[in-house]
């Protein structure tokens, strides 16, 4: 009867073995306030020294007096632009050559010996 058990939990152990997740483990701030950009709301409307407060993901206020919530973690933006827009997150740049090592991460998804600004390049 040991053996038995033994030898089901054995296969059982065996079996319920999982990878890791593939997936870029991360506790991303909630609220984001972008500080002392220069806004550009529409064609020719602007406004200098802004405030952009992100929330959940979207933007909840644009103004330059607005107040800055306390769990809002702030990145200073001096002297940049910001324009009203969609972000287009899915970006595919073509690589020249795959670069593989014996001590790559087992995610291939993580890449830090490949710099993306080394092989993009704009067209004008």
Do not use: C
């Amino acid at each position: 009867m040991k053996k038995l058990i033994f030898i089901l939990l054995t296969i059982t152990f065996a079996y319920s073995q999982t990878e890791p997740v593939k997936d870029i483990h991360s506790n991303s701030p909630r609220v984001w306030a972008l500080t002392h950009a220069m806004i550009h709301t529409e064609p020719g409307d602007f406004i200098k020294d802004g405030i952009i407060i992100i929330r959940e993901g979207k933007i909840d206020k644009v103004g330059r007096y607005i107040q800055i919530p306390s769990d809002a973690y702030e990145i200073d933006l001096e002297g940049a632009n910001v324009y009203a827009g969609f972000i287009d997150g899915w970006l595919e740049i073509k690589q020249d050559e795959k670069i593989k090592s014996p001590d790559d991460h087992w995610n291939d998804k993580m890449r830090a010996e490949y710099r993306v600004k080394n092989d993009f390049k704009i067209k004008d």
